[in-house]
């Protein structure tokens, strides 16, 4: 029988990585992660989860051993947050060339200097070419959810890629919800046995004996690459196999990689990622109320990127009317060019430009907000819609202006 | 010329207040490093204070020097970069048990072995205190009130002192937090030692390890010549009971840094200043 818990963001990923059972746990405790850890390690004391945990002395050891045990045949979970996420990045790139299906959650902080330990997107951004799939929780439910969902993706012969679940810190990780905590048994008939099959790839074999993590020279490193990439891009459907049963079976959550929100007749568009959707779509039922077309697009997978789905559902067949213009909001900035979100979504639609642009492409305006933790106001969101319906209309809206910093008001 | 005052404590200390818990042994070494500048008598400008990340790393801010709050595990990297380039500058490192020897544990070593003229002062709690109370590389392997490692971490802990020793250390110390005169004339020895220094402070941590209060019962002063051979002092730190303060070995390997130069004078900068 599934029950109803009273979770906070970490609590419910601590759930998450019980029900699914890893073997060997590393843990280096950061703000806002160490809950996770914290509440793992109880787990394990009071024998609800029969996992080795290992207190390590750094991120970069967490990881490390991780992939020694994942290399070994068996599932396996860490956590980090912000640095340590950015001392582990040498251990991102090992661990996904070595295509370890292992899967971590990431607290999501702002980087250093200035030292703050407040939630934004830098630290996750920073690593998406670090060859993880990247999914971003709205809330504590997902977060639980995502953490089964992940093992089911990362584990997936075809896949055979690390998966980071990302959760906004403090915001999601520290904040409290109802949380339904699924059974052990559908749980277990969900996820494969911990222990990965005899002969599963890239482990060791003890009846075949194999050098695992090799070196290629110039003439087989492209090679590597090419099906990491191609692998990764195929992901996209096992996710939506899995996000699929997973609906199916626990009745919540769904297969799409994004998810819309009164999207297919708004005129203006917001995409954005993580808890914050939450806000927008509030703010998108009062405008609404006062008679504006405006519907959100919550990028779940922002690895692999789900171009194809974000073009049907900004210009596909089925949408009752064009939209005029669309804003990105998001918590990072890559410096010196535009947030990393807007990066994604502009090389998206200039793929859509040269399919078949229907009459153009709509104006895009890249919000920069949440930086450090601050707050992210419906009314700083209300006043982004304006500047959308500004751009659509041509009207004063300058384009460019097309990275705008929300908030920096506030700042010194 | 004008002849200025000798500066006071309340010189060296900023307008920042610590936010350390009350009862902290870190409020004691901050006094200590403060009274320690007072004694070298060193213009402020002339130290440089590089911490990195923990409670016991937040305390160049409560200082009135150059500071500079490093990376998790990286002050002594940071520290000797400072120095390399000023070498005209009095380098002074502080951090925590968890900073310096677990994440940064690494770093420790090398700065040993290499012997760049600065003083290092861990302030050591045996926990991690920013995040709230779990077992450090120092934590006795029974010590279990930590949710990390509730049946205790059941492995050595690092004798830090043993460590400075065997990674080449060329001054080792150690003093606490209950006697910050004592400390603050460690920290003044480690400064005029060539080379690289390292002073243990054993410095409680009254909310995640209130036992500590009764290290006063514990601590006791060593002998007063302190070991110039290595392998005396390694002989007696085998029967260390981690208590011992005092300064427990002073070496004589010429520092990595050999010659003290200063790179401009004020005069110097004067002059550009007025062409």
Redesign the interface.
Same mark, same amino acid.
């Given at each position: 029988m599934s029950e109803l818990h009273f979770l906070s963001g970490n609590e419910a990923v601590a759930q998450g990585v019980r029900l699914s059972r890893p073997r060997v746990i590393a843990? %280096?405790?950061? +703000?806002p992660q +160490?809950i996770v850890? $914290?509440r793992l *390690?109880?787990m394990v $004391?009071s024998r609800e989860l029969a996992a080795e945990?290992v207190?390590v002395? *750094?991120?970069h050891s967490a990881l490390a051993l991780v992939m020694g045990s994942a290399a070994m045949g068996v599932r396996t979970f860490t956590a980090t947050s912000s640095?340590g996420l950015m %001392?582990m990045a040498e251990c991102l790139h090992y661990t996904s060339g070595g295509r370890f299906p292992l899967v971590m959650m990431n607290a999501n902080r702002s980087l250093?200097l200035p030292?703050n330990i407040y939630g934004d997107q830098s630290d996750s951004l920073a690593l998406l070419s670090s060859g993880w799939i990247q999914v971003y929780a709205e809330t504590a439910q997902e977060s639980l959810d995502m953490i089964i969902q992940a093992y089911a993706v990362a584990e997936d012969v075809r896949v055979r890629t690390p998966v980071l679940v990302n959760l906004d810190g403090f915001v999601l990780t520290h904040t409290y919800e109802p949380v339904i905590v699924p059974d052990q048994d559908t749980v277990d008939a969900f996820l494969p046995p911990p222990d990965f099959p005899p002969g599963y790839p890239g482990t060791f074999d003890l009846l075949r004996p194999q050098s695992l993590a090799v070196s290629a020279g110039p003439g087989d490193y492209a090679g590597f690459k090419y099906r990491q990439h191609r692998d990764m891009v195929a992901a996209a459907e096992p996710i939506r196999d899995v996000g699929g049963r997973f609906a199916e079976i626990f009745g919540r959550g769904s297969a799409d990689l994004i998810e819309p929100y009164r999207c297919g007749d708004a005129e203006l568009v917001m995409i954005t990622l993580g808890s914050i959707a939450g806000t927008v779509r509030d703010v998108i039922d009062d405008l609404r109320a006062d008679g504006l077309r405006v519907g959100l697009l919550r990028i779940r997978y922002l690895r692999p990127f789900p171009s194809e789905d974000l073009r049907r559902l900004l210009f596909g067949p089925l949408r009752r009317a064009a939209v005029a213009a669309i804003g990105i909001l998001e918590k990072d900035i890559s410096f010196g060019h535009q947030g990393g979100v807007a990066l994604e979504v502009k090389a998206a639609l200039y793929d859509q430009a040269e399919a078949s642009a229907p009459a153009g492409l709509p104006p895009v305006r890249n919000f920069i907000a949440g930086l450090g933790g601050q707050d992210i106001s419906r009314g700083q969101i209300i006043a982004m819609f304006d500047d959308l319906a500004r751009a659509a209309g041509r009207d004063g809206d300058e384009p460019a202006r097309s990275v705008r910093f929300v908030g920096l008001e506030a700042s010194r | 010329m004008t002849i200025q005052s000798p500066l006071t404590v309340q010189d060296f200390k900023s307008d920042v207040k610590p936010i350390w818990c009350p009862g902290c042994g870190d409020h004691a070494v901050l006094l200590a490093v403060t009274k320690a500048l007072v004694e070298l008598n060193t213009p402020r400008e002339q130290i440089a204070f590089i911490s990195g990340i923990g409670c016991s790393s937040r305390i160049p801010a409560y200082t009135n020097v150059y500071g500079f709050h490093g990376v998790h595990g990286r002050a002594l990297a940071i520290a000797a970069g400072v120095k390399l380039a000023r070498p005209d500058l009095t380098v002074l490192v502080a951090g925590g048990d968890g900073d310096g020897l677990s994440i940064g544990g690494n770093h420790f070593m090398h700065a040993c072995r290499r012997n760049v003229d600065m003083t290092y002062v861990i302030m050591d709690n045996e926990v991690y205190g920013m995040t709230k109370g779990q077992a450090s590389p120092t934590t006795a392997p029974d010590w279990c009130n930590s949710k990390l490692t509730p049946h205790g971490t059941g492995v050595s802990p690092v004798e830090p002192v043993r460590l400075a020793l065997a990674a080449g250390a060329n001054f080792i110390a150690r003093g606490f937090a209950g006697n910050p005169n004592d400390v603050a004339r460690l920290i003044v020895e480690g400064v005029h030692h060539p080379g690289f220094s390292f002073i243990q402070v054993l410095s409680p941590c009254v909310t995640y390890r209130p036992e500590q209060r009764e290290w006063k019962q514990s601590v006791h002063a060593g002998q007063d010549q302190p070991p110039q051979l290595v392998a005396e002092a390694m002989h007696r730190l085998a029967s260390d009971d981690g208590f011992t303060t005092g300064v427990l070995f002073a070496g004589n390997r010429p520092a990595f840094m050999p010659e003290r130069k200063v790179t401009a004078s004020f005069a110097d900068i004067e002059k550009k200043f007025a062409s």
């Amino acid at each position: 029988m599934s029950e109803l818990h009273f979770l906070s963001g970490n609590e419910a990923v601590a759930q998450g990585v019980r029900l699914s059972r890893p073997r060997v746990i590393a843990a %280096y405790p950061i +703000t806002p992660q +160490t809950i996770v850890v $914290e509440r793992l *390690s109880e787990m394990v $004391e009071s024998r609800e989860l029969a996992a080795e945990f290992v207190h390590v002395e *750094s991120e970069h050891s967490a990881l490390a051993l991780v992939m020694g045990s994942a290399a070994m045949g068996v599932r396996t979970f860490t956590a980090t947050s912000s640095q340590g996420l950015m %001392y582990m990045a040498e251990c991102l790139h090992y661990t996904s060339g070595g295509r370890f299906p292992l899967v971590m959650m990431n607290a999501n902080r702002s980087l250093a200097l200035p030292w703050n330990i407040y939630g934004d997107q830098s630290d996750s951004l920073a690593l998406l070419s670090s060859g993880w799939i990247q999914v971003y929780a709205e809330t504590a439910q997902e977060s639980l959810d995502m953490i089964i969902q992940a093992y089911a993706v990362a584990e997936d012969v075809r896949v055979r890629t690390p998966v980071l679940v990302n959760l906004d810190g403090f915001v999601l990780t520290h904040t409290y919800e109802p949380v339904i905590v699924p059974d052990q048994d559908t749980v277990d008939a969900f996820l494969p046995p911990p222990d990965f099959p005899p002969g599963y790839p890239g482990t060791f074999d003890l009846l075949r004996p194999q050098s695992l993590a090799v070196s290629a020279g110039p003439g087989d490193y492209a090679g590597f690459k090419y099906r990491q990439h191609r692998d990764m891009v195929a992901a996209a459907e096992p996710i939506r196999d899995v996000g699929g049963r997973f609906a199916e079976i626990f009745g919540r959550g769904s297969a799409d990689l994004i998810e819309p929100y009164r999207c297919g007749d708004a005129e203006l568009v917001m995409i954005t990622l993580g808890s914050i959707a939450g806000t927008v779509r509030d703010v998108i039922d009062d405008l609404r109320a006062d008679g504006l077309r405006v519907g959100l697009l919550r990028i779940r997978y922002l690895r692999p990127f789900p171009s194809e789905d974000l073009r049907r559902l900004l210009f596909g067949p089925l949408r009752r009317a064009a939209v005029a213009a669309i804003g990105i909001l998001e918590k990072d900035i890559s410096f010196g060019h535009q947030g990393g979100v807007a990066l994604e979504v502009k090389a998206a639609l200039y793929d859509q430009a040269e399919a078949s642009a229907p009459a153009g492409l709509p104006p895009v305006r890249n919000f920069i907000a949440g930086l450090g933790g601050q707050d992210i106001s419906r009314g700083q969101i209300i006043a982004m819609f304006d500047d959308l319906a500004r751009a659509a209309g041509r009207d004063g809206d300058e384009p460019a202006r097309s990275v705008r910093f929300v908030g920096l008001e506030a700042s010194r | 010329m004008t002849i200025q005052s000798p500066l006071t404590v309340q010189d060296f200390k900023s307008d920042v207040k610590p936010i350390w818990c009350p009862g902290c042994g870190d409020h004691a070494v901050l006094l200590a490093v403060t009274k320690a500048l007072v004694e070298l008598n060193t213009p402020r400008e002339q130290i440089a204070f590089i911490s990195g990340i923990g409670c016991s790393s937040r305390i160049p801010a409560y200082t009135n020097v150059y500071g500079f709050h490093g990376v998790h595990g990286r002050a002594l990297a940071i520290a000797a970069g400072v120095k390399l380039a000023r070498p005209d500058l009095t380098v002074l490192v502080a951090g925590g048990d968890g900073d310096g020897l677990s994440i940064g544990g690494n770093h420790f070593m090398h700065a040993c072995r290499r012997n760049v003229d600065m003083t290092y002062v861990i302030m050591d709690n045996e926990v991690y205190g920013m995040t709230k109370g779990q077992a450090s590389p120092t934590t006795a392997p029974d010590w279990c009130n930590s949710k990390l490692t509730p049946h205790g971490t059941g492995v050595s802990p690092v004798e830090p002192v043993r460590l400075a020793l065997a990674a080449g250390a060329n001054f080792i110390a150690r003093g606490f937090a209950g006697n910050p005169n004592d400390v603050a004339r460690l920290i003044v020895e480690g400064v005029h030692h060539p080379g690289f220094s390292f002073i243990q402070v054993l410095s409680p941590c009254v909310t995640y390890r209130p036992e500590q209060r009764e290290w006063k019962q514990s601590v006791h002063a060593g002998q007063d010549q302190p070991p110039q051979l290595v392998a005396e002092a390694m002989h007696r730190l085998a029967s260390d009971d981690g208590f011992t303060t005092g300064v427990l070995f002073a070496g004589n390997r010429p520092a990595f840094m050999p010659e003290r130069k200063v790179t401009a004078s004020f005069a110097d900068i004067e002059k550009k200043f007025a062409s």
